[in-house]
């Protein structure tokens, strides 16, 4: 198999925009990734939708993941947002828990003028906040959603 220059590699981060219908979009805090959405770096052989249900799962304790739509496909260059070049492709994912599990801080955001002062991860936290919650989640299976 011939090799590929390391230029043209990138890995794939899948982000969830969770949605609930009541309490908005989740975000997560964390001190080094500062106010984020959760993520998972898919792996070799991995299925895509179990990498981010594993991964919200393992963050938050949402056991009732449905993954909707693309959002947005955006590449990141070095350092952007890690040391490696990424491909972060955003689904707008929706959920019934109202109650994290687990110890980590959170925040339910029902309005983007909620995120004034808040240290977002990148400006893309707000756009897409607001992006998701223009969609329509009335029709929980609707085409292209994934329970």
């Known amino acids: 198999m011939a090799s590929v220059p390391d230029e043209t590699l990138h890995e794939v981060t899948e982000i969830a925009v969770i949605m609930h219908r009541d309490r908005g979009v989740l975000l997560l805090?964390?001190?080094?990734r500062?106010?984020?959405f959760p993520d998972s770096t898919l792996r070799v052989g991995q299925r895509w939708d179990e990498s981010l249900r594993q991964a919200v799962r393992s963050a938050t304790g949402i056991e009732d993941l449905t993954i909707g739509p693309v959002l947005l496909i955006q590449n990141f260059g070095p350092g952007e947002v890690d040391v490696r070049p990424q491909f972060g492709v955003?689904?707008?994912?929706s959920t019934q828990?109202?109650?994290l599990l687990g110890s980590i801080s959170h925040r339910w955001i029902k309005d983007p003028?909620?995120?004034?002062?808040?240290d977002l991860f990148h400006p893309l936290v707000a756009y897409?906040?607001?992006h998701a919650q223009r969609e329509d989640l009335s029709q929980p299976d609707g085409p292209g959603l994934i329970p």
Do not use: A, P, Q
């Open 29 to 32: 805090h964390s001190n080094d």
């Open 34 to 36: 500062r106010w984020h």
């Open 90 to 93: 955003f689904f707008l994912c």
């Open 97 to 99: 828990t109202t109650d």
């Open 113 to 118: 003028s909620e995120l004034k002062g808040m």
């Open 128 to 130: 897409l906040i607001d």
